[in-house]
């Protein structure tokens, strides 16, 4: 089956965010001040998750736009679990437009793959 437009939209982007999700634990972790980095503390494990959902991001892409049959599942649980970094910036006080935009947009692509189409891409057919 030919790839749905969204699944190439959402492939590219998600490598987009597995770049940002991995900057951003870099830079949470203090590498880019060239300083020590704080080892076990909630920066630190902050710092690290961070850097995980970044590959898992990445990973994710790579599998959307190769329309790998794991990719489906694969993907609801990085968003899933991208939730749920939304849920703990929540709670250490994110601003409410980066918690909007951590919340919404998972929220839009997990609509968008239990779609009929999309899970027949996949081979999902119910």
Do not use: C, E
Not at 30 to 55: C, D, E, K, M, Y
Not at 88 to 107: E, K, R, S, T, Y
């Amino acid at each position: 089956m030919r790839r749905p437009a969204g699944i190439t939209i959402i492939g590219v982007l998600s490598f987009v965010a597995g770049v940002i999700y991995l900057l951003q634990g870099i830079r949470i972790l203090g590498f880019v001040v060239f300083g020590p980095g704080q080892a076990f503390t909630n920066v630190s494990l902050s710092g690290w998750g961070s850097i995980i959902l970044g590959v898992f991001w990445i990973a994710v892409g790579g599998a959307f736009l190769s329309l790998r049959p794991w990719a489906w599942f694969f993907g609801v649980i990085v968003v899933g679990l991208s939730l749920i970094a939304a849920f703990w910036g929540n709670i250490n006080g994110w601003q409410f437009g980066d918690l909007f935009a951590a919340m919404i947009v998972p929220l839009v692509i997990l609509f968008y793959l239990n779609s009929d189409h999309v899970k027949a891409a996949f081979g999902l057919d119910d």
